[in-house]
């Protein structure tokens, strides 16, 4: 069974602070891990992927992630958070896909990027 | 390219009716799925298709819910006798095998449904 766990349902920074959302996921086989955004009243948008060819992940709008096996983590970074950073974004896991694809989803963490 | 569509954005009904949506996924992307994501949680799976054949369905898709993808191009999900505890977005992707292990999904804007 594959889960993902987001710590921290609320996170708050300044414009241009460092942005870091925490992921950990627990799963069985080999994972793919994607971070997702979210704006108000939209479907997810991908920021980026892991797949497994390197453990540095980079993504659109400088946001980037480092898939750590032995932490079972898969933390989301910026260095400089910008106000239309401010949305949802959730962590997902899945198998491949010729085990289906479903994508397992954390719950979320908001961000907000104050002036 | 214009992306996944889905109709319609908004829905409002009253408990006991029945409701459908539709999802066009992005021109032949062979698998489209299904999610349901409620207030305040990530998005749930709930079934997908590949080409015209549902593969799986999650047990939150109760009987009351039925998918289909009739010719392996848009997808309805339709919701018979619906309860309140049905008001959530409903929320479909698309995908196409590449050549890495595992496809990437993109999503519509989703189908909010209200039940009184």
């Known amino acids: 069974a594959q889960s993902v766990t987001q710590l921290g349902s609320h996170v708050s920074v300044s414009e241009g602070a460092l942005v870091l959302l925490r992921c950990n996921y627990s799963s069985s086989v080999p994972p793919y891990l994607f971070w997702y955004v979210q704006y108000p009243n939209q479907g997810l948008q991908l920021l980026l992927k892991?797949?497994?060819?390197?453990?540095l992940v980079k993504g659109i709008n400088d946001f980037e992630a480092e898939f750590k096996k032995s932490e079972t983590s898969f933390h989301l970074t910026k260095p400089s958070a910008h106000m239309s950073d401010a949305a949802e974004y959730f962590c997902?896991?899945?198998?491949?896909?010729?085990?289906?694809?479903?994508?397992?989803f954390g719950q979320g963490t908001e961000l907000s990027v104050k002036p | 390219d214009t992306g996944v569509s889905q109709d319609p954005r908004h829905k409002i009904t009253k408990r006991g009716q029945n409701v459908t949506f539709r999802c066009d996924p992005i021109?032949?992307?062979?698998?489209l799925y299904w999610y349901r994501q409620t207030l305040g949680q990530g998005p749930e799976f709930l079934t997908y298709?590949?080409?015209?054949?549902?593969?799986?369905k999650s047990r939150l898709l109760s009987d009351r819910f039925s998918a289909e993808r009739p010719k392996g191009s848009f997808s309805t999900l339709e919701i018979q006798r619906t309860e309140q505890g049905d008001s959530a977005m409903y929320l479909c992707?698309?995908?196409?095998?590449?050549?890495?292990?595992?496809?990437?999904?993109?999503f519509g804007p989703g189908t909010r449904l209200t039940v009184l």
């Open positions: 997902a896991v899945s198998g491949t896909y010729n085990q289906g694809g479903k994508l397992i």
């Open positions: 021109s032949e992307h062979n698998r």
């Open positions: 298709f590949q080409n015209e054949a549902q593969l799986e």
């Open positions: 992707a698309s995908s196409q095998r590449t050549s890495g292990p595992t496809d990437t999904q993109y």
């Open positions: 892991y797949t497994s060819a390197a453990t």
